[in-house]
């Protein structure tokens, strides 16, 4: 059982004494999360934590995970897609899919709790299955900067049945949407398995495990095979980088249960590794247990993040945390965390010989690579930890619970 206490001398003790005195107007209250996947990506992982420490401070917090068919489960990474900029024939037969699969899911899922919060688009049509008798708080995880108009026309139909909308960066806040709009920034758990400080000895053992050699310094990029994290321009960096520096590149990869397009999107990339998969120079390891990422993401000598659309991008995060230093696209939520040249480097997704450029920086200059990292780490420290997200959302619900009454 995770518990508050756990996070002292993590975190100062004011910052633990304000989440108890935010929890004290919502002692005995239900709140019920809902999302698409319980493993596998960013959301979960955060939940997990979330929903311990509500129950830890005196909330009965609950989490559901909505039932689709993989037909829905592709309609709906369409609609994420688009909802980041994609492309999308928004048919009316895909309409009614998503729409019957979540009012199917809503006659087996009563929801009579005081607050009902839907993460991300795969369960926002819900709400208008049921007869609101509680605030609905929809918290979006993705880039909205520039959203497909119909999508984005036909998904505020039900939007605009939410009391309140919680998203990771003012970019994405939309002047044309009357509903109320929260800056709420995503965190990692410290005290995961994935987050916990190792020791070298354990580092190394799941280093390994893993396949990878030590022989040479290691970049690596962490996140789902998906079209916004660009791993085909990982590999047109890397081939720069390898023109100047002796290194290997490492795919630290996982598959969500509700992203059905991760498994083409390997193989298109495993094509394009080529000679370099061959060689052992790039190598891909499945990321699907915490220590062996938290090893990696460690053992790593540069982190890169090349996102074209990121909602926040808690790889990024993570990588900060570990004190390794990070090279990452200047998009979405990225900038939140790194501030260039102080904690880490930021660059122009496009700007592919720019990010070689960083990346060999580092690999030559140890020291500097070291300052970077643990700038990193104390951003985190201050910014971005659970308790910090505990605290927004206590906050949050005691605000929109104070408007209604």
């Not at 059905?260 to 590794?273: D, T, W």
């Not at 990070?326 to 790194?338: K, R, Y």
Request: hydrophobic share 40%; aromatic share 10%.
């Amino acid at each position: 059982m995770l518990r508050l206490e756990q996070f002292r001398h993590i975190v100062p003790d004011e910052k633990i004494a304000e989440i108890y005195k935010r929890a004290r107007g919502l002692y005995g209250k239900h709140v019920m999360h809902i999302n698409a996947t319980y493993q596998g990506g960013g959301v979960a992982e955060m939940l997990y934590p979330l929903v311990l420490l509500m129950n830890d401070v005196g909330i009965n917090a609950g989490w559901r995970i909505l039932h689709g068919s993989q037909e829905f489960f592709e309609v709906t990474k369409s609609f994420h897609n688009a909802l980041q900029g994609g492309k999308l024939n928004l048919t009316e037969k895909k309409k009614e899919l998503y729409l019957q699969v979540n009012d199917n899911f809503s006659k087996f899922t009563h929801l009579h709790h005081d607050y009902v919060i839907v993460h991300d688009p795969q369960p926002l049509s819900l709400i208008r299955s049921y007869r609101k008798t509680q605030p609905w708080i929809w918290r979006c995880h993705i880039d909205l900067t520039e959203p497909h108009k119909e999508l984005w026309d036909f998904l505020t139909g039900y939007l605009l049945k939410y009391d309140q909308i919680a998203v990771s960066s003012e970019k994405y806040f939309k002047d044309d949407l009357p509903v109320d709009q929260r800056l709420m920034f995503p965190a990692i758990n410290p005290l995961s398995l994935k987050n916990t400080p190792i020791d070298e000895r354990t580092m190394l053992e799941q280093i390994k495990k893993a396949g990878i050699p030590t022989d040479k310094p290691v970049i690596t990029q962490v996140s789902r095979l998906d079209p916004w994290k660009d791993p085909e321009g990982v590999i047109d960096i890397f081939k720069h980088v390898k023109e100047q520096a002796d290194c290997r590149l490492v795919f630290c990869y996982n598959v969500a249960s509700d992203d059905p397009e991760g498994l083409r999107i390997f193989n298109k990339v495993r094509r394009k590794a080529g000679r370099f998969l061959k060689n052992g120079d790039i190598i891909f390891v499945v990321g699907n247990r915490e220590l062996l990422v938290n090893a990696i993401q460690k053992f790593s000598d540069v982190i890169i993040q090349k996102s074209t659309r990121e909602g926040f991008c808690l790889a990024v995060t993570e990588a900060l945390w570990k004190g390794t230093a990070v090279v990452a696209s200047n998009v979405g939520g990225i900038p939140i965390q790194i501030e260039d040249g102080k904690n880490g480097f930021l660059l122009e997704p496009d700007d592919t010989q720019g990010f070689a450029d960083r990346i060999v920086h580092l690999l030559k200059n140890p020291e500097e690579a070291k300052y970077l990292g643990q700038n990193g780490r104390e951003t985190v420290r201050r910014k971005f930890l659970i308790t910090r997200l505990l605290s927004d959302y206590l906050y949050m619900l005691n605000a929109v619970m104070g408007a209604r009454d």
